[in-house]
């Protein structure tokens, strides 16, 4: 007799696609708190001191970077929608316009 789990094929998992992180250049003092705080080892300094992303695939989305960063200056969006989450009191919900590209922003690969 044929058990129903043999005829059925499992279905592949879907890889989420990695977050996109954004290091702003210009107001990064190259302290190294965001490389110290990533669990999973996605951000490196460069020879300068500054953070870039390395491996953006092991990225698991927590946000310690950018909650971490005394200068704000690394920002970690999800690709849902191609939008940016914003969090109101518990909620999430899309924001009103898209933010202006600066040109000394640094946009990681997983775009």
């Known amino acids: 007799m044929i058990s129903e789990d043999e005829g059925v094929m499992a279905e592949p998992k879907k890889s989420k696609e990695p977050p996109r992180i ?3 250049k210009a107001w990064c003092k190259a302290c190294g708190i965001c490389v110290a705080f990533c669990p999973t080892g ?3 300094k ?3 001191g500054y953070p870039y992303v ?3 695939e092991k990225c698991i989305n927590c946000g310690w970077c950018e909650v971490r960063c005394p200068d704000f200056a690394i920002t970690v969006e999800t690709k849902e929608r ?3 989450r914003v969090e109101v009191k518990g909620e999430e919900r899309e924001p009103e316009r898209e933010e202006e590209v600066s040109p000394e922003r640094i946009v990681a690969p997983g775009q």
């Open 22 to 24: 954004d290091i702003f």
């Open 54 to 56: 390395k491996e953006i």
């Open 42 to 44: 996605v951000l490196a």
């Open 46 to 48: 460069d020879e300068a």
């Open 82 to 84: 191609g939008k940016k």
